[in-house]
């Protein structure tokens, strides 16, 4: 499985893809939401994506609401990663299309939680 990781902090990306990457997979990153569409539109198949909020160019509200504009992306799993804790702020990007939202900062097993939760992670690899 392929993840991409969006997010305006190269530590953060870097901790994130870590992460991602002990559970098996492959990561690609970008540095904004527009990046992130740069990737999708070059035909890289992402099954999952790791979304900051706060980013300059495209936020990550607005990198959720263009790809779920776009039916060849409708498959892709997108999980919030951010620093955003209010409660409308969950609400917005869950309505717009995130179909999770993790509050850093966060445990590997917290993403793994998250990930179960979406079908990503197998539950026996958590072992």
Known sequence: MRALVIDDSRTMRRIVSGVLGSMGFETVEAGDGRQALD??????EIDLACIDWNMPVMNGLEFVTSVRQNRE?????LMMVTTES?????????????H????????PDAVRDKLQLLGLVDLEESA
Request: proline content about 3%; aromatic content about 10%.
């Open 100 to 107: 999770e939202y993790l509050i850093k900062p966060f445990t």
């Open 86 to 98: 209010e409660q409308g702020q969950i609400v917005r990007a869950l309505a717009a299309g995130a």
């Open 73 to 77: 992306w409708r498959d892709m799993t």
């Open 39 to 44: 990737v999708l539109e070059s035909g890289t």
